[in-house]
């Protein structure tokens, strides 16, 4: 014969489990003194506490978790645990008695900790096979978010060679270096070799076979010569461009898209936050989907 109090502290039922008043007041307790609970639900330790509904859900979806556990007869072996809690110590530089005080000191034993990490495995197994494999994140998604973020920003630009005829400042009247430079424009437009005439004309004290120049980004350059050359196309030049440094004749030798030099210092951090925004998603779809088919009454 049930006994009358023990059925009215059954606050559910989940498929062939029961969640007792006592349990919740457990659960409740563990939270309170900061012991070992499973962060795999998501929910805030603050809200646990104060919001029976929430924590009682928690619950729930924990013992919905571990039916589908033991439906797919999944197990992790003492080895497994063993190596998960080396892993923890030395991810956080910890020695096993040093942890084993800290649990201790929780109100946790160490077999305790040992079934807790044993059930975190099994539930991340589930997890892993429902739900994680199933998350992409490509790098238009990642990219796309990192425009969304930093809206003034792109994560990619554009890398220029350039090459360039000098004709310096100070070497002459800037009227005569201006006609100079026209002058060697025009047999250009006519069909004169680039190379040929930079290496006969050029007034580069730092010249490069070819007059090149370098390989630039927008910002790295005088504005002069990239106003002259971002809008060529690959083998194109410029007409006569003044700058400092005297008059140019800019031709663009190629121009590529390259990753943004701020995206990539935060493109980890943009796909991990994608990453946890997709798995909660897709966590809380697929719990939504196995509480619908599973056996579930709260009292």
Known sequence: MVRADVVESIVAIVNSSI???????????????????????????????????????QMIDEKVVDDEVKKQNLTVTIERVEQE????????RISRDYLKAALKKGGTSFSEYQAFIKKRLERQSVIERAVTSKIKISEEDVAAAYEAKYKHLSATSFEYRVAHILFREGKRKDEEQQSRAREV???????????????QF??????NEGGLLGTFRLGETLKPLEDAFKT??????????????????????DRRVVSDPEFEKRRDELRGDLYQ?????????WLDQKRQESFIRIN
Request: no cysteine; aromatic share 10%.
């Open 19 to 57: 969640i007792t008043k006592i349990d919740m007041d457990r659960f409740r307790e563990k939270l309170r003194k900061g012991s070992i609970v499973d962060d795999l639900f998501g929910n805030d330790q603050a809200v646990l506490l104060k919001d029976d509904k929430v924590l009682l859900k």
């Open 85 to 92: 809690i080396n892993s923890i110590q030395a991810k956080n």
């Open 185 to 199: 424009y025009q047999k250009l437009k006519v069909g004169g070799d680039f190379d040929s005439l930079a290496a």
């Open 202 to 207: 050029s007034e580069d004290p730092g010249f």
């Open 232 to 253: 060529l196309a690959p083998g194109e030049f410029s007409q006569p461009t003044k700058s400092k440094l005297g008059w140019h004749i800019v031709k663009l030798l």
């Open 277 to 285: 925004r997709a798995f909660v998603k897709q966590f809380q779809f």
